[in-house]
T-cell receptor, first 118, second 110 residues
Framework: NAGVTQTPKFQVLKTGQSMTLQCAQD?????MYWYRQDPGMGLRLIYY???????DKGEVPNGYNVSRLNKREFSLRLESAAPSQTSVYFC?????????????????FGPGTRLTVL | LAKTTQPISMDSYEGQEVNITCSHN???????ITWYQQFPSQGPRFIIQ???TKVTNEVASLFIPADRKSSTLSLPRVSLSDTAVYYC???????????FGTGTRLLVSP
């Protein structure tokens, strides 16, 4: 199993450009998440999808949109990139409660996408 | 979501036991305590999770007192490869909106 995969690994954008970060998991997980991590900081939740067909805002959703394409894939879109969105973006997945999974589930993280906006 | 407080950094030497304490005074009855480890340029990795008393797995132990207002992650006999940032989080198990603080940066020296 590949676990959680993210593409691209690196990306440089100019201010105002748009792009989509892709995330896929092969663990049949119900819940998926997008985080950003700025230098020297902890991760902050951007958006999450508790189950297929649902998405909701996290702590820092402004400037982003998401799509839960199917159970495996969860994409993050920047419509008009700004320098403040320069960060490392992590996707994660977990069993979630919808599956009747264990109450003590864990999140599995992808390798991250390093995004620079000039 | 309960807020957590943990030391910003800790130093240790190879072979020593490291204990990282996290305080979470506002933990809710149905919250679990979870620790993640993050190496540079990688995503966080789950280490251990517990609800009360003591939990042990192949890499760490988690001690939780009866009042659950704090917890201690214990890493036995650390090695250089344990140099990483360790995050303490509290929240419902399964689906949960994790809140990461700045974590504890552990540096293990020879």
């Amino acid at each position: 199993n590949a676990g959680v995969t993210q593409t691209p690994k690196f990306q440089v954008l100019k201010t105002g450009q748009s792009m989509t970060l892709q995330c896929a998991q092969d663990m049949n997980h119900n819940s998926m998440y997008w985080y950003r991590q700025d230098p020297g900081m902890g991760l902050r939740l951007i958006y999450y999808s508790a189950s297929e067909g649902t998405t909701d805002k996290g702590e820092v959703p402004n400037g982003y949109n998401v799509s839960r394409l199917n159970k495996r894939e969860f994409s993050l879109r920047l419509e008009s990139a700004a320098p403040s969105q320069t960060s490392v973006y992590f996707c994660a997945s977990s069993e979630g409660l919808a599956s009747g999974g264990r109450q003590d589930g864990e999140q599995f993280f992808g390798p991250g996408t390093r995004l620079t906006v000039l | 979501l309960a807020k957590t407080t943990q030391p910003i950094s800790m130093d240790s030497y190879e072979g020593q036991e490291v204990n990282i304490t996290c305080s979470h005074n506002n933990i809710a009855t149905n919250d679990y305590i979870t620790w993640y480890q993050q190496f540079p340029s990688q995503g966080p990795r789950f280490i251990i999770q517990g609800y009360k008393t003591k939990v042990t797995n192949e890499v760490a132990s988690l001690f939780i007192p009866a009042d659950r207002k704090s917890s201690t992650l214990s890493l036995p006999r650390v090695s250089l490869s344990d140099t990483a940032v360790y995050y303490c989080l509290v929240g419902r198990g399964g689906f949960q909106k994790l809140v990461f603080g700045t974590g504890t940066r552990l540096l293990v020296s020879p």
